[in-house]
C-alpha cells in the first residue's frame, strides 16, 4: 500500500493564481483531511470529510475548496492565491477521527 | 473539543526516559487521547491512543489518571532519533463528530 500521496511536493504560485493539491489514499478510510503548517506551529484543519459527497469546514476554510467524488481522492482547490496561504499542506485519512496517516505534504509559496 | 495545553519544549539526554504531560480540564465522556509525533518536514505519526488507566505499545506507554484531565506520554530510553515534536490531541472518534484540533504541540530535543 503506498498510504496517503500527494502532489506535487512543491510549487510557487503567483498571487491571484488557483490551483488544486492532490491527495489520495489506498486504504479505504472513510475519513480523510486537509491541514496547513506555518512555520514553527501546530496543525490547523481546513476541511474533512466523513465519506465519500460529505465534507465540512475546520478551522481556517476560507479561500480553499474541496471536494470527495470518491473514497480515495480528496482534492483542495485553492482560488485566487494570497501570500498569507505560503504554508505546508497536510493530507491525511484515517478509519476512525483519532487515529490519522498523514501524506508527505505539500510546500506551497505564494509571492 | 476539549482544548490541551503541554510544555513548549524539553530537553533530554540519550538513554533517559521522557515524560510528556498534556493537561485536558474539560474532555468530555466519550473523548479519546491520541499522541502524534512529528519529525521536521514530515507530516505526523500516530504514536499511541488510550482511554482510561494505561497502555502500552512497542515505542511509548501513556498514562491516564481516573479523571482523565490529563495525560503523559512515557518514551522509555530515548535516543535522538526520538528528537520531534509530540502532539496530544483529545477527542471523540464516534463517525459525525467533529475531527481534532492539533495544539502547537512539545518540541524534545534529545542531547547525546
Known amino acids: 500500500n503506498a498510504g496517503v500521496t500527494q502532489t506535487p511536493k512543491f510549487r510557487i504560485l503567483k498571487i491571484g493564481q488557483s490551483m488544486t493539491l492532490q491527495c489520495t489514499q489506498d486504504?479505504?478510510?472513510?475519513?480523510m483531511y486537509w491541514y496547513r503548517q506555518d512555520p514553527g506551529m501546530g496543525l490547523k484543519l481546513i476541511y474533512y470529510?466523513?465519506?465519500?459527497?460529505?465534507?465540512d469546514k475546520g478551522e481556517v476554510p476560507n479561500g480553499y475548496n474541496v471536494s470527495r467524488s470518491t473514497t480515495e481522492d480528496f482534492p483542495l482547490r485553492l482560488e485566487l492565491a494570497a501570500p498569507s496561504q505560503t504554508s505546508v499542506y497536510f493530507c491525511a485519512s484515517s478509519p476512525i477521527v483519532n487515529e490519522q496517516f498523514f501524506g508527505p505534504g505539500t510546500r506551497l509559496t505564494v509571492l | 473539543l476539549a482544548k490541551t495545553t503541554q510544555p513548549i519544549s524539553m530537553d533530554s539526554y540519550e538513554g533517559q526516559e521522557v515524560n510528556i504531560t498534556c493537561s485536558h480540564n474539560n474532555i468530555a465522556t466519550n473523548d479519546y487521547i491520541t499522541w502524534y509525533q512529528q519529525f521536521p518536514s514530515q507530516g505526523p505519526r500516530f504514536i499511541i491512543q488510550g482511554y482510561k488507566t494505561k497502555v502500552t505499545n512497542e515505542v511509548a506507554s501513556l498514562f491516564i489518571p481516573a479523571d482523565r484531565k490529563s495525560s503523559t506520554l512515557s518514551l522509555p530510553r530515548v535516543s535522538l532519533s526520538d528528537t520531534a515534536v509530540y502532539y496530544c490531541l483529545v477527542g471523540d472518534i464516534n463517525p459525525g463528530r467533529r475531527a481534532l484540533t492539533f495544539g502547537s504541540g512539545t518540541r524534545l530535543q534529545v542531547q547525546p
Open positions: 486504504m479505504n478510510h472513510n475519513y
Open positions: 470529510s466523513v465519506g465519500a459527497g460529505i465534507t
